[in-house]
């Protein structure tokens, strides 16, 4: 017995550590292409490229026509709201006021400080950069500010994400776990090719965004798995605790009921 559940302590000691270098990588990965594609973006490598990539999304000898229904323009201006600043800022004041009334402070502070560093990131690459957007004939909505990197890209990166990986950590069966974080990846997706779609932003700057937000968001669950290691907390939160003692008026074992007679 005690042999088996050494090996058991072992092989999830080693999924743990496989799931970290697994995590680093993947930030070294994001990272590095983020950086090749500032790099081409910054001696104009990717116009030719992202200009046909935006005219084949568009009616041949009407740029300002986009292909599909009139409906999947209008699908589109949904779908990229959700990546807007407005509506992931609600989005996650509302999960951080859920944690810390579930005194889940850590959960809270994660959210907001990688979504908050997100967009002060975010803000001072456009800045850096200052890429104009797309000819307003090929924009189907108002966009303001510069293009690169895709701020909805980026910032639906980092927000979805981070709530995904959250929401993993309070399962524990597999696959909702990957049903959480597959979800969250879809939106993120969704969100950059609508831009790409509605003409607002050049392929290169969404992908430049999926990049950056997401090893943004991987940076910050590991900082999470660090304070985790050193600071181990208990899996439920302290109030959620007791809550079968008061159910129970404090008597331990919830009473059964008598049968009918």
């Given amino acids: 017995m005690t042999g088996g559940r050494g ?3 072992w092989l999830a000691w080693a999924r743990r550590e496989v799931g970290l270098l697994a995590a680093l990588l993947a930030l070294a990965v994001g990272v590095r292409t983020f950086l090749a594609i500032a790099d081409e973006v910054s001696e104009g490598e990717t116009r030719r490229l992202d200009l046909a990539l935006l ?7 009407d740029p300002s026509r986009p292909l599909g229904p009139a409906w999947l323009t209008t699908a589109a201006m949904d779908v990229t709201a959700l990546g807007s600043v407005a509506v992931l800022s609600l989005m996650v004041l509302f999960v951080a006021g859920l944690f810390a009334a579930l005194r889940r402070w850590r959960e809270a502070g994660l959210l907001l400080l990688a979504a908050g560093g997100g967009v002060a990131l975010s ?14 004939s090929l924009q189907l909505v108002e966009a303001i500010n510069a293009s ?15 709530l995904g990986a959250l929401t993993a950590r309070f399962v524990t069966r597999r696959r909702v776990k990957v049903f959480a974080l597959a979800g969250a990846a879809t939106v993120t997706v969704l969100v950059g090719i609508s831009r790409v779609y ?5 392929p290169s700057d969404v992908l430049a965004g999926w990049s950056l937000g ?9 900082a999470a798995q660090a304070v985790d290691r050193r600071w181990p907390v208990p899996s439920d939160p302290p109030q959620l605790a007791g809550e079968g003692d008061r159910r129970d008026g ?12």
């Fill in 55 to 61: 005219l084949a999304l568009r009616a041949h000898g």
């Fill in 148 to 162: 690169f990197p895709s701020g909805h890209a980026m910032l639906s990166a980092v927000v979805w994400l981070t």
């Fill in 214 to 222: 997401g090893a943004w968001a991987l940076a910050w669950w590991l």
């Fill in 123 to 136: 803000q001072g690459l456009k800045a850096l950069f200052g890429r104009p957007r797309p000819d307003a």
């Fill in 198 to 202: 509605l003409g607002v932003h050049w």
């Fill in 250 to 261: 404090g008597g331990g074992a919830a009473r059964t009921p008598a049968a009918p007679s």
């Fill in 7 to 9: 090996k058991g302590a």
